[in-house]
């Protein structure tokens, strides 16, 4: 069974710091995807990043940083020079593209609150 | 309007009503999705339909019955809820399932009260 740990529940940090959010998978499965999302308080999900299992190239886009690392089963996210406006839940989530033709499931972890304190 | 947009935005019934959940995605997508978020809990998906099909009704209560008129709307009718279905209600559209990685895309979400 795939299952997703975000063991940080809530992080506070002030606006500029650089911040990493954590997220290990478990999967039996060969090819898999992860997802990022956030939620700001409006309620939302908001997708961030979608990365193949083949595909372990890290990724970066603005502020953002995705470090996927198959050899721990974690697929990091970072947040640099952090501002009030990341202050949201990010959720990090898992589907399994050989799950009985059910690839459109996905296993959320449980989310890390983020807030950014001016 | 761009995306998935969800209809109201916020709703308080009491049990007895009858009421019901909008959802319109302007993505040209195949799939829709029904999810449920309650407070401390993962998100819980409970209905999803391809091309107006249903492909999965994961054990929800018949209290709970989708509608798939097209590929752009989605509803969820709500007859007879107890105050324990009081959560946030997120419809979702993808492009399309079982071809190959498939990103859903969330509205905005409905904030259910069930009195």
């Known amino acids: 069974a795939q299952k997703v740990t975000q063991a940080q529940t809530e992080i506070s940090v002030v606006e500029k710091e650089d911040v990493t959010l954590d997220c290990v998978y478990e999967?039996?499965?060969?090819?898999?995807?992860l997802f990022w999302y956030k939620q700001p308080p409006s309620g939302e999900l908001v997708f961030l990043i979608r990365?193949?299992?083949?595909?372990?190239q890290n990724e970066i886009s603005g502020r953002y940083s995705w470090n996927f690392q198959k050899s721990t089963s974690s697929f990091n996210f970072t947040i640099t020079a952090s501002q009030v406006v990341d202050s949201a839940v990010y959720f990090c989530?898992?589907?399994?593209?050989?799950?009985?033709?059910?690839?459109?499931?996905?296993?959320f972890g449980k989310g890390t609150l983020l807030t950014v304190n001016p | 309007e761009t995306g998935v947009t969800q209809t109201p935005r916020h709703l308080v019934m009491g049990m007895t009503n009858k009421k019901s959940l909008k959802c319109e995605q302007h993505?040209?997508?195949?799939?829709m999705y029904w999810y449920k978020q309650s407070a401390k809990k993962p998100l819980e998906l409970m209905f999803v339909?391809?091309?107006?099909?249903?492909?999965e009704n994961n054990s929800v209560p018949s209290r709970f019955s989708p509608e798939c008129p097209n590929s752009s709307h989605l509803f969820l009718h709500l007859h007879t809820l107890q105050p324990e279905d009081s959560a946030l209600y997120l419809c979702?559209?993808?492009?399309?399932?079982?071809?190959?990685?498939?990103?859903?895309?969330f509205g905005p979400g409905t904030r259910l009260t069930v009195l």
């Open positions: 979702a559209s993808s492009p399309a399932l079982n071809q190959g990685p498939d990103t859903q895309y």
């Open positions: 999967t039996r499965d060969t090819t898999y995807y």
């Open positions: 990365r193949n299992s083949f595909d372990e």
């Open positions: 989530a898992l589907s399994e593209a050989n799950s009985g033709g059910s690839n459109y499931k996905l296993t």
């Open positions: 993505l040209g997508h195949n799939a």
């Open positions: 339909y391809s091309l107006e099909e249903r492909v």
